[in-house]
């Protein structure tokens, strides 16, 4: 009896996802980062040459990270790396997939390759998360084979309110929709520009189809606990970490703190003596032209 | 019957999901308090250096290792069983020694290699299962007490059990086939297993 087996189905690449679920997947940009990143007990790291604050203060063109960069990364840890292709940039996928990249992250702090089409995903063997704002724009990615989803809030700020907004967002249209009668799926399905069965799929379910973290500006343990209390499933910090003051310890407290959100006792334990937080900008100082989160929807 | 899964990461609310679609409260576990009424505990998947460190950190391992000495059944999925294994072929995570086993973690390779086959698990009836392996270990030494389960064409073990402790390989958490929780129940003192025992409507996705 050898029986047949399956690699690359959704269920493996979504599976995946399901074990991330309740941790924090930092950035890190050096094979150091990375080790400094699964002692502080990260579930995965997303290996970049920039985090996206120093994307954003360098300007010019956001492109996937040098394959040696990541390789030296992948080397490093035992956990799983993730890295960044830009949207629409199916050949960076492929590369990403050929090193071996465990997900790949089609992501709109990098410059976007396409600002009319995603990559197709269903045709790879290894998952992708994408970024959304709100349920509509999680579905065309599902639909499009993303395995997994993370809000996008607004990544190198510092900032949490766009993460809390996206979140709200996803929850207020599920919440809606799980009480929509049959007869406005199909106008709400048109609105949303995703596919009926998706729709129905998701209203059937009560939730999104797959997993769904949060990303876009947590740079403390009490933001992480306030993206789990407000339904994510686990956090994404990017420059919160390796840009505070302290990065050791503050990476510790916030993978604490999603385990523990809803105990403020431990939250405000692991809140102390933190050293700085990351510098952060206001989302409202930004101008449109910096908004990362509003790229090819 | 109350069975108690660890909650400090991971896909424990799937296990939860399937323990309460056969009939069983099912308890999530971050502090050792919440050990104490439970009849039973599931350490599901997840990143087992992200487990030991937080097992360690909120004084875990002492109570689970006495439930165990009570005779309390205790099953590891994926992670779960990195965690409950005497020796592995690293040295973080740093395992909880308590089944006679040794486990290769990431024993397939990355997530490309991640995959999905059918298995028949003695103990379970006729009906081959269907596992799913996900960055999974697999199982490389088993000691004498220990029962091989089931085992990949190869002959690497990937499902064991000692005396009222299980670990898999693969995730049955994520499949309608409730076989193995109900399995597992048994072994926790709940109702004796029925392989004949209808699949629970769906798994949780998330």
Redesign the interface.
């Known amino acids: 009896m050898v029986a047949d087996v399956l690699t690359g189905t959704f269920t493996v690449k979504s599976g995946h996802a399901q074990m991330l679920k309740g941790g924090v997947i930092m950035d890190v940009v050096t094979a150091d980062q990375a080790r400094i990143a699964q002692e502080a007990g990260a579930v995965a790291v997303m290996a970049l040459e920039r985090v996206p604050a120093d994307i954003r203060a360098d300007g010019g063109v956001a492109r996937m990270s040098d394959p040696s960069m990541i390789a030296a990364i992948i080397n490093a840890v035992s956990i799983p790396v993730m890295a960044k292709c830009r949207i629409g940039h199916f050949v960076e996928a492929q590369i990403l997939e050929a090193m071996g990249v465990d997900y790949v992250d089609e992501s709109e702090v990098l410059t976007p390759a396409d600002e009319q089409h995603h990559v197709w995903k269903h045709d790879f063997t290894v998952p992708f998360v994408c970024g959304c704002r709100d349920l509509g724009e999680a579905l065309r990615r599902v639909s499009e084979g993303a395995a997994m989803i993370r809000t996008k809030g607004e990544a190198g700020t510092g900032d949490v309110v766009e993460a809390v907004r996206h979140m709200r967002a996803v929850q207020d249209a599920i919440r809606k929709l799980r009480n929509l009668p049959d007869d406005e799926l199909v106008v709400e399905a048109r609105d949303m520009r995703v596919s009926l069965d998706l729709l129905m799929q998701t209203r059937e379910e009560g939730r999104m189809p797959v997993v769904n973290f949060a990303a876009g500006g947590v740079a403390t343990p009490a933001d992480a606990a306030l993206m789990m209390q407000l339904g994510a499933d686990g956090v994404f910090v990017g420059s919160g970490i390796f840009k505070s003051g302290d990065p050791v310890r503050r990476g510790h407290a916030i993978v604490q703190a999603v385990t523990h959100y809803n105990d403020p006792h431990i939250l405000a334990d692991v809140s102390k003596d933190l050293g700085e937080p990351m510098v952060g900008r206001s989302v409202r100082e930004l101008s449109d032209q910096e908004l990362l989160a509003t790229r090819s929807v | 019957m109350n069975i108690g899964v660890l ?8 296990h939860c999901h399937v323990l309460r679609s056969v009939g069983v409260a099912a308890m999530e576990v ?1 502090l050792p308090k919440h050990l104490e009424t439970l009849d039973g505990l599931i350490i599901p ?3 087992s ?2 487990l030991s ?2 097992m360690s ?1 909120y004084d875990l391992r002492d109570p689970v290792a006495d439930m165990v000495a009570r005779g309390k059944a205790v099953w590891g999925t ?2 779960g069983m990195i965690m409950l294994a005497n020796e592995i072929t ?1 040295e ?1 995570p740093v395992p909880m020694g308590l089944m006679d086993v040794g486990v290769q ?2 024993a397939f ?12 698990i003695r103990g379970l009836g006729d009906r ?1 299962y269907h596992a ?4 999974a270990p697999v199982i490389i030494r088993v000691g004498e007490e220990v029962e091989v389960l089931a085992a990949l ?1 190869d002959g690497r073990p990937v499902a064991v059990q000692q005396g009222n402790m299980m670990a898999t390989s693969f ?1 049955p958490e ?1 499949t309608a086939d409730a076989r193995i929780h109900r399995y597992f129940v048994s072994l926790a003192g709940g109702p004796p297993f029925d392989p004949e025992a209808p699949l629970i409507d769906a798994p949780r ?2």
């Open positions: 909650a400090v990461q991971g896909d424990f609310a799937e971050r998947g997840g990143e250096t992200a460190r937080l950190l994926c992670a690293e973080d973690r990431n390779g990355r997530q490309v290699d991640s995959f999905e086959q059918d298995l028949l081959e799913i392996f996900i960055r064409a995730h994520l996705v998330r």
